[in-house]
């Protein structure tokens, strides 16, 4: 019963947050991104890290491609996902060079022919949410594909998150995971 109810109050504080986030103007969000992104390239994990596994940002998510864009010209290989039928999915080594492909959740992704990487060939991983607390818990979109996935990871974990959406404390089930820094703006 109590997993019932915790997702119950997930899925009703995603549809707060993304209440909050569609009220956030465009300019202040891209400025937020801006900021974001300065503090995630000034972290010593990430300037050590060879690999990153990224996300690219769509909707109200920080818009990472210019964060992407700078991770290749510093030399690190950037790998992005690729979802899978079953709530899974791959991470593919992105290339600047080779176009990203929409797939059915409006979300980019490299080409099924792009290399897949092993969570022990990622460095950091940049996970996305729509909200984290103070404990680094976050609140993803609800499909589970990052928490499957961060099963097998045990490597370096960030999260970004609007200072604006900042919660106490989320609701939590036995597979969720904090992640390790979580960066505010």
Known sequence: MQSISTAEAKARLRRQIRAKLAAIP????????????????????????ECLFLFFGVGTEPHTAPLIETLFSLGKTVALPRMLPGHRMDVLVHHPARPLVQNKFGLWEPAPACPALAPEQIDLVLVPALCYDRQNY????????????????????????RSALLVDRLPAESHDRPVDLVLTA
Do not use: K
């Open 26 to 49: 465009e300019t202040i969000r891209l400025a937020e991104d801006r900021a974001l992104f300065d503090t995630f390239l000034a972290l010593p994990q990430v300037q050590q890290a």
């Open 138 to 161: 976050r609140l993803g979109m609800g499909g589970g594909y990052y928490d499957r996935w961060l099963e097998h990871y045990h490597g370096i974990t960030v999260g970004l998150c």
